[in-house]
């Protein structure tokens, strides 16, 4: 009776979305403790579904008693398990944070559900169309949550992601419709053996649908150049809606992207059509130095790692496109490690802005003076993003090199070398705004001369002067409008970052932020550095379905 976890852990989000709704039309402050209950509760039953899958591996279920082909089929092995259990503790963590920072009110926690059961389910789902519902149900909850703290600029950012996501959406569709013409069927793996029973790989019908539901999923994914979406989407969005959507949207768009390309069309398919996959490969390969130069040249922090999305997911959507073992390994590790990391660098960054109002690089000024440990947590997931040795950053870029250089080397030309070169030219990229993070934290002292640390009142800026907001891409005396109403976070008397009026205490650090998320934060610091030290237990977890893809 195990298999009746995967449809609880689509069910009970999903369930649990109603009542607030339900309820809140008679308690106004019931929807918390709903959404508490319905994560601990999913996270609960992802950790049984983790168990069942060690002990005995991987295993399915026939929603409705309708067998596969024809019914609707829930399956868990190694790869959803690792994607499962990242949806449901990014989940209850970040529930912590939007208590304290908001949005609040029933229909928040409401949508928050419904998208962690979208989430869910597309992660564990073993049909194509129910995964379009699923893309769909999670697609319509990060529309109405990007909007969600009301703003003008936040509901335009959201319209814009409508807008993408909807064409992306319909893109996958047709995708779906294609190949079910071509196999009359849209169970997965029913799909996989129908291509090779009825159409072939070269069929016009399959590489159309291929190259329909690639499209589409990239859209989602927010790879160059169909990325306009996500970086007005991450800085309008309220910070702990950026917190849950950065980690777990695009990451579990990628997920079925991996799942798509080796489970349904499979590796042969990749041989097959060397076009397709060398298109692939090139749009992502422009997408992570693309993604990483922009990023570089953003002073809005939000922005920055927005942009920064862009060249990581450009890493794995290479990784996928490489169709080799080794590259493969770190397109997964990467997948996972991308959703760790980001999910702490804007909870990081969410901390600050609650407790200290800093939203721009040039206003955390000795920030690790007036809150080290945030900082300092901020600043070890940043280098790790970098890809400094031990953390899962390194190990996930270095897995899809080594693929990239041993597919250059065994035939697949000047394309392979140049996804290695790109990485490495990302690297420099992502290094140099990190570093200029870093600098800002532990090195731009207070009280220095010149733009390092002004004194208050002296109307000394660094150099901002009344531009401040020209190095945010030209955004001017609009800064106050487009950052939350504050053109300038207060400093102290020694020219730190001043706590916002109302900051959160602790009682065990001097951060003025919240207890629970600043735990969260080092749990995701810990848990970004203890994964660096698992090279051979990854390639070891992952082995099974690397083994089923490439058989």
Known sequence: MTDVLLPLAVVVPIVAATLPLALGLRYDRVGWPIAAVGTTAVAGIAAAIAAEVVANGPFDHALGGFLPPVGIELVADRLTVAVLLLVAAVSVATLAFARVAGPRGNPFY??????????????????????????????LTTYALIASDRSGASAYASLKYLVV????????????????????????????????????????LVRASYAFIVTGLALKIAIFPVHSWQPDAYQRAPDSVTTIVAALVSTTSAYALIRVTYTVFTVDFLAANEGIATALLVVSTVSIVAGSALAAMQSNLK????????????????????????????????????????????LGIGLLALGYGTRQMEDLTSAARAAPYTSGGVAVLGLALVGIPPSIGFLGKWYIGVGAVDAGLAGGGAVGIAVAAAIFVSTLFTLSYVARLLERFYFAGAGLPGDHGEV???????????????TDGGRGDDHAATDGGEASPAKTADGLPAPVEGAPRSSLVPDRVPTAPLLALGL??????????GGFALAEWFDPFLTEAFA
């Open 524 to 533: 995701a610091v810990l848990a970004t550095v203890a994964l660096g030290f």
């Open 165 to 204: 996501g909807t064409v992306g959406a319909s893109l996958y569709l047709l995708g779906v419709g294609y190949v079910f013409l071509a196999t009359g069927t849209l169970n997965m793996l029913d799909v996989q053996a129908q291509i090779v029973a009825q159409a072939g790989y070269g069929d016009p």
């Open 303 to 346: 922005r920055m790692f927005a942009y920064s999305s862009v060249a990581q997911f450009g890493m794995i959507g290479a990784a996928v496109a490489l169709a080799n073992e080794t590259a493969l390994l770190g397109g997964i590790v990467h997948l996972i490690g991308h959703g760790i990391m980001k999910f702490g660098l804007f």
């Open 456 to 470: 208050p009142g002296t109307g000394d800026d660094g150099g901002r002067g009344d531009d401040h907001a020209a």
């Open 110 to 139: 409401s949508a928050y559900l419904l998208l962690v059961g979208g989430l869910v389910g597309m992660t564990l789902t073993g049909d194509l169309f129910n995964l379009f519902v699923f893309l769909e149900i999670t697609g």
